[in-house]
C-alpha cells in the first residue's frame, strides 16, 4: 500500500508522514529539496530563477520516485511519501510561462508515464493565512522572503486540482486548518482513522457527525 500526502508549503506533509509511519509500519520516502541550487535565489527573484529551479525540481524527484518507489513497494511494506510527482506540475503553472512552460510540461508529459501511483494522496487543506503562520513558526532561511501572493497562488492550484475530482485516483481531503497533528494526539488519531476507513483497513473508528450551530 502507498499513501502519498500531499498540501501546500508548509501545510505539514513531513509531519504527518512521519507520524503516521509507526502505525502503518511503512517505508518513508521524503522530498528532498535542500539540494535545489535555485531555492534561495528563487525565492528572492522567482521570475529568473524559475526555470532553473523547476527543472532541478522536475529532473530530482523524477529520479526519486523512479528509482525509491518501485523498489520500496517490492519490500512487501508499505510507504508514505510527503509529495507526489504531479505537485511538480502545480508550481510550473504558477511560475512559468509561454516556451518555458511548453518544454517543461514536454519533458513532464514523458517523464510522469514512468512513476507508480498511489494508492491514496492526502491532501492537507489550509487557509493561506495558516500556511504563512505556519511557514513564519518554522523560520527557514530561503523563506523568508516568501510572499502571501505567491503562496495564496499555489493554495488556489492546489485547490483547483484536488476539488475538481479525479477519476484515475483516491483522495482524502482533510481541512487542518484547527488541527495539530503534531501535537495532540487526538487529531493524529481521527487523520489514522479516515485513512483506514477509506482504504477499508482495520482497525478504525467511524467519526461520528458534530452538529454545527
Known sequence: MYIAIEGVIGVGKTSLARLLQPSYRSNLLLEIFEE??????????????????????????????????????????????????????????????????EMYYSVHTALAEKIPLPDLTVYLHASTDVLMQRIATRDRSYERSMESDYIDALNNAYEAYFNKGRADRKILIIDSNHLDFVHNPADLQDIDNRIRQILHLPPFQFTLPIDQE
Open 36 to 101: 535545489n541550487p535555485f531555492l534561495q535565489e528563487f525565492y528572492q527573484d522567482r521570475a529568473r530563477y524559475a526555470f532553473q529551479t523547476q527543472i532541478f525540481f522536475l529532473l530530482s524527484r523524477y529520479r526519486q520516485q523512479r528509482n525509491n518507489v518501485p523498489e520500496l513497494l517490492n519490500t512487501k511494506k508499505n510507504l508514505i511519501s510527503d509529495y507526489t510527482f504531479e505537485k511538480d506540475a502545480l508550481f510550473a503553472d504558477i511560475n512559468l510561462s509561454g516556451d518555458e512552460l
